[in-house]
């Protein structure tokens, strides 16, 4: 199993574009989330998946928008970047939600940098 | 107040040592708690869950006290190789995900 695959690994974007930040995993997860980390800040979530056709808000869900039309893939849409989108955004998935167990698998990251 | 804090560091640390870091919750009703590790510019990786009895996987240790809110993390006869950031990870809600609140880390270095 590949796990959760992020990509692209670095992108650099200028103030306004747009762009998709893709995951996938192969470990057949309902849960599916995005976050953000920021330095001297803790992880943040900006939207996540109970299963496919659903999302929701996370923490911190204004300028992005999200997707779940398979299991496998949970895309993060950047609708107009900014410069405080600068971050490292991880995708993490987890079994499922009928424990209270849940242990998330992190993708390696996208670095995104918005001049 | 922050909701979950832990005390950023670093701890620079000798090899062999023993090596504890707290982290405190404000939410009383938080439903369970996780140590994650995480390697410079690489993702969050679980390193373990946290009972309320407290439990051990071989050098670690972790504890929680829900009256003062607060779970801990031992690293006994530290390696160079535990060198990382130690992120807490508390989850307020009983089942899923979206209830997570992530601690900033603390950063740990061993020293040879």
């Known amino acids: 199993n590949a796990g959760v695959t992020q990509t692209p690994k670095f992108q650099v974007l200028k103030t306004g574009q747009s762009m998709t930040l893709q995951c996938a995993q192969d470990?057949?997860?309902?849960?599916m989330s995005w976050y953000r980390q920021d330095p001297g800040m803790g992880l943040r979530l900006i939207h996540y998946?109970?299963?496919?056709?659903?999302?929701d808000q996370g923490e911190v869900p204004n300028g992005y928008n999200v997707s779940r039309s398979t299991t496998e893939d949970f895309p993060l849409r950047l609708l107009s970047a900014a410069p405080s989108q600068t971050s490292v955004y991880f995708c993490?998935?987890?079994?499922?939600?009928?424990?209270?167990?849940?242990?998330?698998?992190f993708g390696p990251g996208t670095r995104l940098t918005v001049l | 107040r922050k909701e979950v804090e832990q005390d950023p560091g670093p701890f620079n640390v000798p090899e062999g040592a023993t090596v504890a870091f707290n982290c405190t919750y404000s939410?009383?009703?938080?439903?369970?708690f996780f140590w994650y590790r995480q390697d410079c510019r690489k993702e969050p990786k679980l390193l373990m869950s946290?009972?309320?009895s407290g439990n051990e996987d071989g050098r670690f240790t972790a504890q929680l006290n829900r009256a003062s809110q607060y779970i801990s993390l031992l690293i006994r006869d530290s390696k160079l190789s535990d060198s990382a950031t130690y992120l807490c990870?508390?989850?307020?809600?009983?089942?899923?995900?979206?209830?997570?609140?992530f601690g900033t880390g603390t950063r740990l270095t061993i020293i040879p």
């Open positions: 939410n009383s009703a938080s439903q369970s």
């Open positions: 990870v508390v989850n307020e809600a009983r089942f899923g995900n979206e209830k997570l609140t």
């Open positions: 998946s109970v299963g496919a056709g659903i999302t």
């Open positions: 993490a998935s987890s079994p499922g939600l009928r424990s209270s167990y849940n242990e998330q698998f």
């Open positions: 470990m057949n997860h309902e849960y």
């Open positions: 946290v009972y309320s």
